[in-house]
């Protein structure tokens, strides 16, 4: 089974900005791979922001924005407000199968 | 509104069995995909199991594959995980998840249901 990673950790300053990547250890991530990008808070069920590489949900605030950059599935956070500091995981497909990253701790510093 | 309840965990023996559920509210549940999800305590996120609208397909995460069957009761608006042979890694937070019906996946989520595997 393919192996998604993302970094560990990141740190952004209010107001500032922070890209999440996402990689695939069967190569390049492309958007055949149909990326989702969740957050996660303390205590509560994750959450949808972005799904099919760059797509948003009604309540995705316009901050959040999902792309494929270098070979990998990115979230940008433009603007970092202190409610954002979360666990962000990606997800991606592959043929039927979902795999989840390991996650991304943003902290809003 | 759609809701999504999970029911049936709590605390077993390693090598028993357990059948999770899930009752779908607020949606036509017979035209969506189902997928449950699991977070151990303290970790991230591990896709478990994707079936289809009509229950014609079902796939699974490596991890569980041969021990979980997914399955569903269109009827009765519910989605099942049955559990077999568990281990103590399979200790975790268990979320149902709607799936698509020519849209997103992953746009609703139960609650979840801790389910512990411990002698």
């Known amino acids: 089974q393919a192996v998604v990673t993302q970094e560990p950790s990141l740190t952004v300053s209010p107001g500032g900005t922070v890209t999440l990547t996402c990689g695939s250890s069967?190569?390049?991530?492309?958007?055949?791979?149909?990326p989702y990008w969740f957050q996660q808070k303390p205590g509560q069920a994750p959450r949808t922001l972005i799904y099919?590489?760059?797509n948003k949900h009604s309540w995705t605030p316009a901050r959040f924005s999902g792309s494929l950059l270098g070979g990998k599935a990115a979230l940008t956070l433009s603007g970092a407000q202190p409610e954002d500091e979360a666990e962000y995981y990606c997800?991606?497909?592959?043929?039927?199968?979902?795999?989840f990253g390991g996650g991304t701790k943003v902290t809003v510093l | 509104q759609v809701h999504l309840v999970e029911s049936g965990g709590g605390v077993v023996q390693p090598g028993r069995s357990l059948r999770l559920s899930c009752a779908a509210s607020?949606?036509?549940?017979?035209?969506?995909?189902m997928h449950w999800v699991r977070q151990a305590p303290g970790k991230g996120l591990e896709w478990v199991a994707l079936?289809?609208?009509?229950?014609?397909?079902?796939y699974y995460a490596d991890s569980v594959k041969g021990r979980f069957t997914i399955s569903r009761d269109n009827s009765k608006n519910t989605l099942y995980l049955l559990m077999n042979s568990l281990r103590a890694e399979d200790t975790a937070l268990y979320y149902c998840?709607?799936?698509?019906?020519?849209?997103?996946?992953?746009?609703?989520w139960g609650q979840g249901l801790l389910v512990t595997v411990s002698s």
């Open positions: 998840a709607r799936g698509g019906a020519g849209g997103p996946d992953f746009d609703y």
């Open positions: 607020g949606f036509t549940f017979s035209s969506y995909g």
């Open positions: 079936i289809w609208s009509d229950g014609s397909n079902e």
């Open positions: 069967t190569g390049a991530v492309t958007s055949g791979h149909y």
């Open positions: 099919d590489t760059s």
């Open positions: 997800l991606l497909f592959y043929s039927r199968v979902r795999v």
